[in-house]
């Protein structure tokens, strides 16, 4: 099997050594299934830490399950959660929040991925006539699918759009490690600090081999979530394993070595290819993706060079993704491969 | 963090050493996420030498997730599944069948967990008039959840009388293993050679880290089983390391070897247990669980030997189970303790 | 097209010659749609005038509209309903309940369709464990599916059951009336003062076009109901019609006419044919049905002379209902005829 | 109570005399109930005249039963269903859709309410890729929900479009007679025979007391529908009253008279409102809905002559309905105020 490395997501990668010694420590002995263990604690206490001792966290399988547990906790199926159309939930989770949550996604175009307090605003419509759903929480990704990060005064103005109006306002965070770095900030206030109610927290894409988690500002908030995780199918029967792994990221600083490298690369990357004749970068390259707009017929060979997707063929869009583990040579070969292809080598 | 080993459940055991060398050898470089990658193919492959070249075969979170991601796949809302009252997805899933499937569990009393064709026939109602749902899935669990076996032969006429009205059948192989150790077979044999239509397949009770399968006897019966899946949060992306487990459970003979020693145990255990008084061992041991009524004081003592379920408290009734790694020591030293405490001493 | 009345289902009888008159009396000029009409105001007063006047009252199309959005609104995905075996809701809705509600019901066996106290109480289990679906609601029928009734204070000790373990108790009262006939008491006696939170107050079985009511003790304790009723497809647009059927049978006394007459001929019917050979009663008739075991060879042509339904096939038992049209006539039409068929004349 | 006519909606008028005449025709001793009795197949009859013999008919109560029913008979929870953003579905039924089919509607943006072939083809996207919900219907409504009608050719290109990828193509009716009127066709060149596979047939908006139809082309494509119904909570059980109402309405031409009565009402009140100074009439008037620009300050006022609707308060736009009752007195006493208010008199 290939040892090469891709363009094409953060999920290709593998798992960094240090989350593999995490698990192999952690197998050792019996210890209580479904989270009553040291292991869950020690995780969680992580989490309190980075994020202040009151929250209430919760592992799940995915990043699908983290955010439709998530909001599955906060609303009723009468409601809806007004979101980018671009988002995740929107786009790439099958329909999973309206089977699970039997709600409706009020979605709004963006040219970057990311909504304003005024575009909110303006998805709030029908409050308390019942032929219409009831918007309930906004959801908005850090960093977005397009990459572009959230400053904490977005994000602020948007929670305050949203609590003024009653509503929760729910993170994405697939990759808040990504984002938090960029931002050169905490966590914490890359995203609950800035007004978020609740956080999925990714770790599959940070370099941990399975698993999120949910954050809740606010213990509170949602005190039935322990059984929509177990109805949602999410609660993992061996979970020193998952929280094991979260230890590994947040104990010390691997998050944010595995996240800061990945942007680097990211950067590198964007700044090499700015300079191949043809290849237009359309968003600010401010996590580990970069999108890009080239020749179509350069799109296949590439490539072969290392595997990307195309994004919007209509428009021929591309993204690129960087990993924790993407090297300089990686980019520089792809780079050096794309300047071959643009001058007709 | 303590390496002691309870009889609680096998969810409280570890992961055996070869999973884990399998988890690390898979850790390699890139490769495709979601399950294009040839870590999976490896695996579905071995799925395929046990139960058949025709086989379907779709890797999920846990055994929640295979339950109901099949039942899902096969089932509309207004349909219902026959199955035990004691049954996992009726008593141990908190809904789950019910808010994903959104039809109706038909529970069968029974004094050992286990089906029989004459109660497939007789929870048969209604069909054709739409006051009443109607009936399209019998569910079987092997081992069933009071430890006990059902014999090719038993399945086979519970398949029979399930196909004669049109319904399909599901196994919760949740202890598929320690089923078809018991009794001798091959895997095949004991579910889909017997007329089981779609398994449930376990791992995470076998000694994995983390994973269950789907198995479709005929991949035609569900063709939007991949949809139900995604839909239903239990797609992973890093795919490969779920595979691998599987591949290292089935490549040679581990799944046999974990199974077999943990059923060596629960009839050790068994055995020296019988002989205490006041305990009385009331369903047949035929895998790696025993249920035994034994005095209400002496449980609590009992359980700060090693730790084990209270399973229905107003009839004293208590479980035991071992696992792949349970030791014979382990097992004489609760024993002991058990005579310790039953002569008062 | 006939004019000949049967015993099959108070469903079958047409609609009291007063709520005609009531209809056409509304079919006046324009108002308001979906409720927001002073004819939906003056029914909503005579509800309160005989069930308080801080109930919340809401029209609905059916009685599985009532029942399913009465628990809708009251109820998360996660949680349960207490039911007897026999209730509508569980075996002729079709699986309306699980597919809305998304939750389990808990069924209790029973042999007149009446649940207990200690029936409930030995229904709650898992309590605050999230591996089971968590009790939320009790539902008893009045009268039952076996005509049967629950007096005051049998509910009472029902709803004392459920709320000192902090379950709502929903009654689905699709014949209402005849129980509180059959009683002697007011609807107020027979249902929410003995502890019931809401009511499914039925319309159509009581010589109504269509309509059953919702009606809530606390309107505080389901504040998204009018949501919950819109998405169930249960909100009518010309409100106006439903409304002014319930004035008609609620502003003088025509529900406990028509609901008296019912029940005084279910009692005539029962007595006649206690004393045909082979008929055996064997359920109170305390309302307006009939459950009775007879001959298997005398029941086909015993529906040719009135039809009426086969409840158990296996047992032989058959149902007969009355109805506020039922004439004496008829029922000694029916029971000369099951006399004669008895002597095999 | 009042006896004035509004243009605030169809649904605020009330019954066809015609209609009223049948319900007390049909209220005549006992028939069996849910359908299985001489009226519903007397209505049935009518259907199938007006749309072949070979489709499939049943009733339901009301608009948003049928248009949900109906889809989700065609549907699984994992598909998507491609409608204008301005669709009923999308925007009146309070999340229904979602709640009852578990599926997503891909909305479309469009100016007059109208999809077209091109907007269905740019809506397909992801087939076959798992993390995408699959389009499986497209709806459509006639008219519209801005009063504009698509013509059989319109209708026509939309069908080939969606059945050349394998999409049922719904049409929401809830004014399908006013719009067949419209087009000076027949109901079924209006609809089944330009494409529709399922209609929503609207009765209450021309005139009847409550309920729609669902019509399939093809009896053979929703099998499952009449579970569907009942477990949608759809099922009247005294359908006989059901049923008379549609024999009103189809029988002789009593559906066409009361369309082209409002029809001809909407194009007098167009005709009229145009020359008002102020007004601005910015969608074509083809059925019985008219929509207007006009200034602010004259909307309060003019409501106060007879009740409307704003439809988009920050443009100012508003709706008039005109209804079978609708008289041209109405309709001048209504024009002259506005002409009044505009003159500032």
């Known amino acids: 099997m290939t040892a090469s490395r891709t363009f094409a997501s953060d999920n290709n990668a593998g798992v960094h050594p240090e989350v593999m010694a995490a698990l192999a420590a952690a197998n050792e002995g019996h210890v209580h ?30 990043g699908t399950g983290a955010n439709v547990s998530a909001l599955g906790a906060l609303m009723r199926s009468y409601e809806a959660c007004i979101c980018p159309e671009t988002a995740h939930i929107n786009v790439d989770e099958c329909g999973a929040f309206e089977h699970l949550v039997g709600g409706k996604l009020l979605t709004v175009p963006t040219s970057d991925g990311k909504l304003t307090a005024e575009l909110v605003e303006a998805s709030i419509h029908g409050v308390g006539v019942e032929h219409h759903i009831q918007p309930r929480v906004v959801s908005i990704t850090q960093a977005t699918e397009y990459g572009t990060v959230y400053t904490p005064h977005e994000i602020r103005a948007i929670a305050e759009a949203a609590h003024a109006h009653g509503l929760w306002l729910h993170m994405d965070g697939a990759r808040i490690a990504n984002a938090t770095v960029s931002l050169g900030c905490s966590l914490r206030e890359a995203s609950l600090d800035a007004g978020v109610d609740v956080l999925s927290f990714g770790g599959t894409k940070n370099g941990i081999l399975m698993g999120e988690a949910v954050v809740f500002a606010d213990p509170t908030m949602a005190p039935g979530f322990k059984y929509v995780r177990k109805q949602s199918m999410q609660l993992a029967s061996k979970m020193r394993f998952m929280a094991a792994q979260f230890t590994a990221l947040l104990q010390d600083d691997l998050w944010w070595r595995n996240a800061s490298h990945a942007n680097a690369m990211a950067e590198l990357l964007a700044q090499k290819m700015a300079s191949v004749p043809g290849v237009e970068i359309f968003q600010k390259v401010q996590a580990n993706e970069v999108f890009a707009r080239m020749p179509a017929e350069s799109i296949v060979p590439l490539q072969g060079v290392a595997d990307f997707y195309l994004w919007d063929e209509p428009h021929s869009e591309v993204r690129w993704v960087t990993s924790w583990d993407t090297t300089e040579s990686d980019v520089e070969r792809f780079a050096a491969a794309a300047l071959q292809l643009a001058h007709g080598v």
Chains 1, 2, 3, 4 share one sequence.
């Open 33 to 62: 299934a479904y989270g009553d263990d040291p292991y869950t604690q020690e995780a969680i206490g992580h989490f309190r830490r980075h994020f202040g001792e009151e929250v209430a966290v919760h592992f799940v399988f995915n």
